[in-house]
């Protein structure tokens, strides 16, 4: 993030640096998708953009990739995840508008409480007064189905593009995997990739974090990663 104001200081929030456009594996479908998102965070649309999809489905990732490019336009950004929301304050909403991209993320989690969609309407309506203000705001179901109980916020949330994100078959799974593991060095073949995914929960965060943890086990033994090693590890 830059140029933030001291209100954004205090969200208490750290985008990861591994977490970019170059390092996510579109699932077949959502390439367009993923173009608009580029799109925004270069300031090249002017719509707002809303993208829905169940827990761990890569949302939390795009958000933070698009702010990540963001910053290397020097655009000012902000992310939010309201799955916070408990511990943090509507006034965080407070001249946003001033920023050139803000990311919301997990947007249901305030579905139902008033405060929070009466503020997060107010800030629909400033945004959409701005010319150099983009929003992409993510959940896991389309504003008619989060539970939203002001219709103008569902309105609002309507005004621009939506899209939903479509899931990942086990082979895009398997190449994602298999790229995640090359950054580092790493070399997965097919039978190994094919083992985790058999053997752990198959959602691309948890794979991922079993990949790191795997990563560093194999530099402090010195061994590649293969199915007899990964067992002695992961203990299976």
């Known amino acids: 993030m830059s140029q ?3 209100k954004q200081l205090s969200l ?3 985008l990861p640096d591994d977490e970019t456009f170059d390092s996510y594996y579109p699932a077949s479908g959502n390439d367009e998708l993923i173009e608009k998102l580029q799109a925004s965070a270069k300031g090249e649309l002017c719509n707002s953009l809303f993208i829905f999809g169940p827990e761990k489905s890569g949302r939390t990732h795009l958000l933070h990739a698009a702010c990540a490019q963001a910053n290397e336009f020097e655009r000012r950004t902000l992310y939010v995840p309201l799955g916070i929301h ?3 304050s509507t006034d965080l909403f407070e001249g946003l508008e001033s920023l050139q991209l803000i990311c919301i993320d997990d947007v249901d989690a305030i579905a139902g409480h008033p405060i929070w969609e009466e503020a ?9 007064e701005q010319q150099d203000c983009q929003l ?3 959940g896991c179901k ?3 189905e989060a539970g939203f109980s002001l219709p ?3 309105s609002r949330m309507q005004w621009g593009l939506s899209y939903q994100l479509q899931p990942m078959k086990d082979d895009d799974k398997l190449l994602a995997l298999q790229r995640r593991a090359a950054m580092r060095g790493l070399q997965l073949s097919d039978d190994v990739g094919r083992f985790l995914l058999n053997r752990m929960a198959r959602d691309l965060r948890t794979l991922f974090d079993v990949l790191d943890k795997l990563d560093k086990a194999s530099m402090v033994h010195q061994r590649k990663l293969t199915i007899p090693f990964i067992k002695e590890m992961l203990r299976l």
Request: aromatic share 12%; glycine share 0%.
């Open 4 to 6: 933030h104001s001291p």
């Open 12 to 14: 208490p929030v750290y």
């Open 86 to 88: 408990a511990s943090i």
């Open 120 to 128: 997060l309407f107010h800030l629909y309506n400033r945004i959409n």
């Open 136 to 138: 992409i705001v993510s």
């Open 142 to 144: 389309s504003p008619t």
């Open 152 to 154: 103008d916020l569902v």
